[in-house]
């Protein structure tokens, strides 16, 4: 039904090898990012493939409704927008690289964003939570901007006084839940299962991503050689590796 955008392969900092970063990072190092760009099971899957995050979630983030539905939030009214909260390891990618790279997996030049509120709950804002997150957001899209032609519709907006709240559980990690018996093999059913799992963030990455065959076989089994998995999760990622 989707596709990850093909700027996703710009990504010169995306390391061949998607190693699972354990998810005991130290609280000072562990931080805490929302981004909403079109599709946020897009968004993911994309920041899912990049080194030094850890966790990755959709959510409704704005609006005047708590605990909205898709369906609610779709129909208009509701002033919610489809986001996804990246938690990441600052010691491995700053918030700064993480901004950087946002504009390479959705189209922040997309006229439909101005539309918010009016025909679409679909928006490009990148959120901050610190005035020096607001300064380095402005920045990238600086930096952005003065290498395109067209003009960047993106909002830079505070998330203070404002509530992520998670999407219902067919929305968490997409791409990986396509593979039903492998989400089971590896204990994923509950939505809180999906958004705390480092290993379904990193998986739904990889099966998000625009790759090739060969990519997507090399990626995966790089990762199955890399992780302590048990046999029946084992299996079952071996066979979703020998049907590519």
Same mark, same amino acid.
């Given at each position: 039904?989707?596709?990850? @955008?093909?700027?996703?392969? &710009?990504?010169?900092?995306?390391?061949? *090898?998607?190693?699972?970063?354990?998810?005991?990072?130290?609280?000072?190092? /562990?931080?805490?990012?929302?981004?909403?760009?079109?599709?946020?099971? @897009?968004?993911?899957?994309?920041?899912?493939?990049?080194?030094?995050?850890?966790?990755?979630?959709?959510?409704?983030?704005?609006?005047?409704? =708590?605990?909205?539905?898709?369906?609610?939030?779709?129909?208009?009214? *509701?002033?919610?927008?489809?986001?996804?909260?990246?938690?990441?390891?600052?010691?491995?990618?700053?918030?700064?690289?993480?901004?950087? #790279?946002?504009?390479?997996?959705?189209?922040?030049?997309?006229? &439909?964003? @101005?539309?918010?509120?009016?025909?679409?709950?679909? =928006?490009?804002?990148?959120?901050?939570?610190?005035?020096?997150? =607001?300064?380095?957001?402005?920045?990238?899209?600086?930096?952005?901007?003065?290498?395109?032609?067209? =003009?960047?519709?993106?909002?830079?907006?505070?998330?203070?006084?404002?509530?992520?709240?998670?999407?219902?559980?067919?929305?968490?990690?997409?791409?990986?839940?396509?593979?039903?018996?492998?989400?089971?093999?590896?204990?994923?059913?509950?939505?809180?299962?999906?958004? &705390?799992?480092?290993?379904?963030?990193?998986?739904?990455?990889?099966?998000?991503?625009?790759?090739?065959?060969?990519?997507?076989?090399?990626?995966? *089994?790089?990762? /199955?050689?890399?992780?302590?998995? #048990?046999?029946?999760?084992? @299996?079952?990622?071996?066979?979703?590796? &020998?049907?590519?």
């Amino acid at each position: 039904m989707y596709e990850i @955008l093909p700027q996703i392969n &710009d990504f010169s900092e995306i390391p061949k *090898t998607l190693l699972q970063q354990s998810q005991q990072v130290p609280p000072q190092f /562990l931080k805490a990012a929302i981004f909403a760009g079109g599709s946020f099971m @897009l968004l993911e899957a994309a920041f899912g493939s990049i080194n030094g995050v850890i966790k990755t979630s959709t959510g409704y983030f704005g609006g005047s409704l =708590r605990k909205p539905s898709y369906k609610e939030v779709c129909a208009g009214g *509701t002033g919610h927008t489809e986001a996804v909260k990246v938690e990441y390891d600052s010691k491995i990618i700053s918030f700064s690289s993480l901004c950087d #790279l946002f504009w390479g997996i959705h189209d922040p030049t997309n006229k &439909d964003y @101005l539309n918010f509120g009016l025909s679409t709950h679909e =928006r490009s804002v990148n959120f901050y939570s610190t005035e020096e997150e =607001r300064k380095e957001a402005q920045k990238s899209k600086i930096r952005k901007q003065m290498g395109i032609n067209k =003009r960047i519709v993106t909002k830079i907006l505070s998330m203070e006084n404002s509530e992520l709240f998670l999407a219902e559980n067919q929305y968490q990690k997409y791409y990986l839940q396509k593979h039903h018996k492998l989400c089971g093999s590896l204990g994923l059913r509950s939505t809180l299962q999906f958004v &705390d799992s480092n290993i379904a963030c990193k998986l739904n990455g990889i099966l998000g991503m625009t790759l090739s065959k060969e990519q997507r076989v090399d990626r995966l *089994t790089t990762f /199955l050689e890399n992780q302590e998995f #048990l046999d029946p999760a084992k @299996l079952d990622l071996e066979a979703i590796i &020998d049907d590519l």
